[in-house]
Structure formats: structure tokens, C-alpha cells
């Protein structure tokens, strides 16, 4: 199958990186003073100045990559840069900000974006894009604060349902049997259940419960974050009908199999369909690369089609000195052509709409990644969340047996202290 050409290190064009974002010690935010009220740097930017970009790497090859794409620009523009790989991408990013010298580009996390622009650590440069529209608005919307748009999205990817090909004909399915509803899920899920496997394995987290709520027409906070809406009918409706799913015998929990996540449980075969992401293709081609599977787009619920999407974006400092240039790499690394040359180098699906039109045309077979997006959200950016959703998912370690109400009352308090 032509998931084949994607190299291990494909795992971590989202996966990884957001994990590095994620982790670490604590929020890098919190650990550094205030950049200066206006967000912007006062200092003239100097035209032979150098840069330096810091990211979260996954290994050699998005290393690679970015060396030899950022040194495209650099021996074109003049300007030297320094690409830089983070051993510990949240503390060495805290310990620029404390200096007053961060990276002048980073890998921007949606989960610290709300935080770092309230403190005045990035510069809101959407303004000086002519290509905005070029993405789509709700990756655009994750960057988006009171009105100013701090980073454009460098990568994108939703979650998908991943089918074991082998187990799907042995169950006489076929490509009409691909469910397109909680029922057909349910139903294709019995047929691919047998004594060493169960049809359908969710890892006990929101980011795999998450898209059933949104299928129910139910979101854990409203459109613009002002507001949290967890403990709605919809909600709990949907959490209950998850529930209902794992009470039989046709769909388990990763946690209840011995498997770490999803991933695993997958390339073990425990189970014949997962919920997986992008990075799901990196870690099957370097442990499972005789695994034949594909992926398609998630069934729809009541209210209709619903996934979460994930994605990084490119952050310039507001203490950079030399933003002029920060910008004009940016620019040149959200052009359809790099976009390109780092989804074939190291797996990221690319954020603008023309590179991803064109990345599907050339890996169809992972297409449902792309078109998940367009009816996505992700998690809530406000600070504070990460708390709130550490204790979600602790409650969620026990699906089968939680109090779906209480669970999302418990969520929805956490929710409006933090609004508050």
C-alpha cells in the first residue's frame, strides 16, 4: 500500500510535536517575565541580522528537512540562520523568554498560544500576510486573539477511523460497508469482533471522545471561548452514547487491552478500527510495516459530521529584533512549494488550502486526515485548560463505569473558573 513511502519519522509531524509542546515543565509562559504592552519590539530591525528557529524535532528527518529548506531562504535572503532542534522544546523556549532572547520563530502550540499572547511574547504579524485566506478559517482562528491574528498554521491533520483491510474481508465487508453512522459503526464493529480482537478500540481521552461530542452538536466551550457549554444535553447525550458502545462486546479501551494507545492496540491487532491522527501512518510503517489498513473519515452523528483537528504554528517573538526577516521566512515557509517539500520529507499534511488540495492528489489514500478538517475543532486555547483537561481524562481512565453527568458537571465547573 503506498502508506509505505512514509518514513517512521512521520509520526511526530504532528504527533510529536505537539507532545513536546505539551510537556515539559509546565507552561513556558508562566516561567518568564512580560514582553513589552504593545506585543511588538521597539528595536529597528537590523536587514543582516541573523535568526534562529527553534522547534520540536521528531529525528533526523524533519531535522533534515528544516536545515535544508531554511537554507534555501538563508542563501537566498543573505540572512544567516540558525535552526536549532530542541532537546526540551518547552524549557529552552521559557529560558529565551526569561533572558529577554528567545528564538525569533518557534513552533507555536495552540495549547500555550492564548497564554504567550496575553503576555505580549508574540507578534501579531497576520496582518501583514496577503494570504490569509489561503487557510482554512478555523486553523486561522486557533491564532486569533481580540481580533489580531499572531501565526499562521504550519502543518494540519483531524482524526480519522483507521480499518484493518485483512479483518475487514474477512468479515465479508466491503467498501459500502465503510460506516457513515454510529449505528453502521456499532453494526461493523460486531462483524469484525472475535475471540482475539474487538471491531473498535478508544483510547479514554477526550481527544479520541471528542469528536462524538461534536457529532451530537455539543462542544466542551462556545465559539469564541467566552463561555463554557461541557454539561449540555448534547453532551451528555453523547458521552452516554459512547458508554453505551463500550457496554458491549464489540468495542474496548485501549487501558482495559494493555495497550498504551490506540496505535498499538492497532498494530497489535486487538483491534480492527481505532481513532488515530496522521502520526498513526509513521508508527505503523517503522513497527507494523506489513499491517494492511487504510483510513477513512469519521461516521457522523445526530447533528452531523464532526472530528478534531490538530496543528502547530509558526511563532515570531515579540523581542525579536530582527522581525522584518522573521517574517519574510515565514512567508516563504507557508508557500505551497515548502509545504510540499515538508509533508514528502517527513509526513505533516500542509495547512494551506492549494499544498493540501495537492498533497491529497498525490496520497489519496490518506485523504480522510485532510477533509477532516474542514469540520474539526480542537481544544480550547484559554489558560488554564491543560488542568482542566488532565482531570477530564483522568475521569475518563474509567469510561464504562462513570456518571456521564457528574463527569462533564465536574468539567464544566473547572471550565468556569478558569472563563471567569
Given amino acids: 500500500m503506498r502508506q509505505r513511502r512514509f518514513a517512521a519519522a512521520a509520526v511526530a509531524g504532528l504527533g510529536l510535536v505537539l507532545a513536546l509542546a505539551a510537556c515539559g ?3 513556558p509562559a508562566e516561567t518568564a517575565p512580560p514582553a513589552p504592552e504593545n506585543g511588538t519590539n521597539n528595536q529597528e530591525p537590523a536587514s543582516d541580522a541573523s535568526l534562529r528557529v527553534l522547534f520540536g524535532t521528531s529525528g533526523e528527518a524533519e531535522t533534515r528537512a528544516m536545515n535544508d529548506i531554511i537554507g534555501q531562504w538563508s ?77 499562521v498554521p504550519k502543518d494540519m491533520g483531524a482524526l480519522a477511523l483507521a480499518i484493518n483491510n485483512t479483518a475487514w474481508e474477512e468479515a465479508g465487508l466491503t467498501d459500502a460497508d465503510i460506516p457513515t453512522t454510529w449505528d453502521e459503526l456499532l453494526e461493523v464493529a460486531e462483524r469484525l469482533t472475535t475471540e482475539d480482537r474487538v471491531g473498535l478500540m478508544l483510547t479514554p481521552e477526550f481527544a479520541r471522545v ?13 465559539e469564541d471561548e467566552t463561555a463554557a457549554t461541557a454539561n449540555t444535553p448534547e453532551a451528555v447525550e453523547a458521552l452516554t452514547a459512547v458508554q453505551d458502545m463500550l457496554a458491549t462486546p464489540y468495542v474496548g479501551l485501549t487501558t482495559d487491552a494493555g495497550a498504551g494507545w490506540g496505535g498499538e492496540a492497532f498494530g497489535r491487532e486487538l483491534a480492527a478500527m481505532v481513532v488515530e491522527g496522521p502520526w498513526l501512518m509513521g508508527a505503523m510503517a517503522a513497527d507494523h510495516p506489513d499491517l494492511d489498513f487504510r483510513v477513512v ?11 478534531m483537528f490538530f496543528t502547530n504554528g509558526w511563532g515570531i517573538a515579540a523581542a525579536s529584533p530582527n522581525q522584518d526577516a522573521a517574517l519574510d521566512l515565514v512567508r516563504f515557509l507557508i508557500e505551497p512549494e515548502q509545504q510540499l517539500a515538508f509533508a514528502r520529507a517527513f509526513g505533516p499534511i500542509p495547512s494551506s488550502i492549494a ?3 495537492e498533497w491529497a492528489a ?17 481544544f480550547p486555547t484559554m489558560t488554564g485548560f491543560a488542568d482542566v483537561m488532565s482531570d477530564f481524562n483522568a475521569q475518563l481512565q474509567q469510561f464504562g463505569a462513570i456518571n456521564p453527568q457528574a463527569v462533564l458537571d465536574s468539567v464544566q465547573g473547572n471550565l468556569e473558573a478558569i472563563i471567569d
Avoid: C
Fill in 75 to 151: 542563501e537566498q535572503s543573505g540572512v544567516p540562520v540558525e535552526v536549532v532542534p530542541a532537546t526540551d522544546f518547552n524549557q529552552e523556549l521559557a529560558q529565551g523568554f526569561a533572558a529577554g532572547t528567545p528564538a525569533d520563530i518557534f513552533y507555536l502550540n495552540p495549547e500555550h498560544f492564548r497564554n504567550f499572547a496575553e503576555r505580549g511574547f508574540l507578534f501579531a504579524y497576520g496582518d501583514q500576510l496577503d494570504n490569509v485566506d489561503d487557510f482554512l478559517p478555523n486553523l486561522t482562528d486557533i491564532f486569533t486573539h481580540e481580533g489580531r491574528l499572531y501565526a
Fill in 355 to 357: 499544498a493540501a488540495d
Fill in 210 to 222: 471528542g469528536p462524538f461530542m461534536l457529532q451530537n452538536g455539543a462542544w466542551l466551550v462556545n
Fill in 25 to 27: 515543565n509546565g507552561d
Fill in 362 to 378: 498525490e496520497f489519496p489514500e490518506l485523504v480522510a486526515f485532510k477533509d477532516g478538517v474542514a469540520y474539526s475543532r480542537t
Fill in 297 to 307: 473519515e469519521m461516521p457522523a452523528g445526530p447533528a452531523g459530521p464532526g472530528s
